[in-house]
């Protein structure tokens, strides 16, 4: 049986309209709306101890997003946003590092399967670096490592990829530069710091590529 143009064409809009909202929209999340404690059912929490707080030095006052949990060197503290969706994005977000005597600093999560699988870039002030990474499995590969001045206070960090390729902004600056193919499909986004790094994260953005 044939069909009439017009269903055809309304078979098109349904499919492009299914594609179109299937994309997450630009997004960001300041945390000052959110009650103390444990952030929302939207964030799914790994290892870590994540809790909204309030805080008079906020990048935008009044709350920020920290983890508080003192693990040993090899956990890697991970909270994803559940109900994201990115391939090809700008992902930027303001860190303060507080503590830790084994890690300090903290990073971006993208294109996130899981806890165990996805990109982060991370800034480590006890160490003045900036490196990219992936997680393949909970083990750690680097794709990309520079060496950045110590700065106290609020870091801004950023991160875009398209397609294969991955740019990495320390407070508007271009340090990294990497490719890579191990994650191609849209994920999750989400922050991360090592074992005892105690971080606070306020303003996290993020935006599709076109």
Request: charged share 20%; aromatic share 10%; net charge positive.
């Amino acid at each position: 049986m044939k069909r009439s143009a017009s269903r055809i064409a309304g078979i098109g809009l349904v499919f492009v309209a299914t594609l179109v909202g299937a994309q997450s929209p630009s997004r960001v999340w300041n945390f000052d709306g959110m009650p103390a404690g444990a952030p929302g059912q939207e964030f799914v929490a790994g290892p870590g101890d994540w809790k909204v707080q309030f805080n008079p030095a906020a990048s935008s006052k009044p709350n920020v997003l920290a983890q508080l949990a003192k693990n040993d060197r090899p956990v890697f503290n991970v909270l994803l946003v559940g109900d994201t969706s990115y391939g090809d994005l700008d992902l930027s977000v303001r860190l303060y590092a507080v503590a830790g005597e084994i890690d300090q600093g903290g990073g971006l999560v993208w294109r996130a399967r899981d806890a165990q699988n996805y990109y982060i870039a991370r800034y480590n002030p006890l160490e003045d670096n900036f490196r990219v990474y992936k997680v393949v499995d909970g083990r750690r590969t680097q794709l990309q490592s520079a060496d950045v001045p110590r700065s106290g206070g609020w870091r801004t960090l950023r991160v875009t990829m398209r397609g294969d390729a991955i740019e990495c902004y320390l407070d508007g600056k271009k340090f990294l530069q990497a490719t890579d193919s191990t994650f191609t499909r849209p994920g999750k986004i989400g922050v991360w710091t090592k074992a005892d790094a105690q971080t606070l994260f306020d303003d996290l953005a993020v935006s599709n590529l076109k």
